[in-house]
């Protein structure tokens, strides 16, 4: 009986054990803007924090007449999960600039995730632009530099993603084999008490 009584505790702690989801979807970050030539980019207000989901940044790539209202190519930032530990980092861009040449860079970083997951790394996965490039990406440990090269313009008309791929490795989260063992050990504690008594 008592030992049916520690196997029922160790399977409760096991199903208790919480998941490492290792996403970083819902993080905050930070954002900075660099430009070369006659590329041009209006970052947002701020350099952040910035929050996934309800205020993600956005930004307008020149040279155009009126900031993205009617010509620029607009584009934002959004994160998502393939499945825990595999992340996307997405942007969407849409319009268009006039003539340019040069690059922008938007360099994302001090990310503070939900649940103390770490990034581990960032690549180029799919998608681009109908005119110019935007699949170079770097990753120095801390911060993703995402770089885009103008062939003369840069087009999104009609609308553009590019998913970039991010590695995470999970936060400290207990074993749940030490959960287990855990809660043998109150159960045992708990047994000892009420012998005694």
Avoid: H, W
């Avoid at 607009?74 to 319009?95: C, K, L, R, Y």
């Avoid at 995730?113 to 180029?124: A, N, Q, R």
């Avoid at 935007?134 to 995402?146: H, K, M, P, R, Y």
């Amino acid at each position: 009986m008592r030992l049916r009584a520690l196997y029922i505790a160790a399977a409760f702690a096991l199903a208790l054990a919480p998941v490492a989801n290792a996403t970083i979807v819902g993080a905050t970050y930070s954002m900075t803007t660099s430009v070369t030539g006659d590329t041009t980019i209006t970052p947002p207000g701020t350099t952040g924090p910035y929050t996934d989901g309800p205020s993600p940044a956005v930004f307008c790539v020149g040279p155009n007449f009126d900031n993205c209202a009617s010509s620029g190519m607009a584009g934002s930032v959004g994160f998502g999960q393939t499945s825990p530990g595999n992340d996307t980092i997405t942007f969407s861009f849409s319009g268009g600039t006039l003539s340019t040449t040069g690059t922008f860079t938007i360099d994302l970083g001090n990310f503070k995730t939900v649940d103390g997951e770490v990034i581990k790394g960032v690549s180029y996965s799919s998608g681009n632009l109908a005119a110019g490039d935007f699949s170079q990406v770097s990753f120095n440990g801390t911060d993703a530099l995402f770089t885009g090269t103008s062939n003369g313009v840069f087009i999104a008309i009609g609308g553009a993603s590019v998913v970039f791929d991010v590695t995470t490795t999970p936060g400290a989260v207990p074993e749940p084999a030490t959960l287990a063992l855990l809660g043998l050990a109150g159960l045992g504690f708990a047994g000892r008490r009420k012998r005694k008594q």
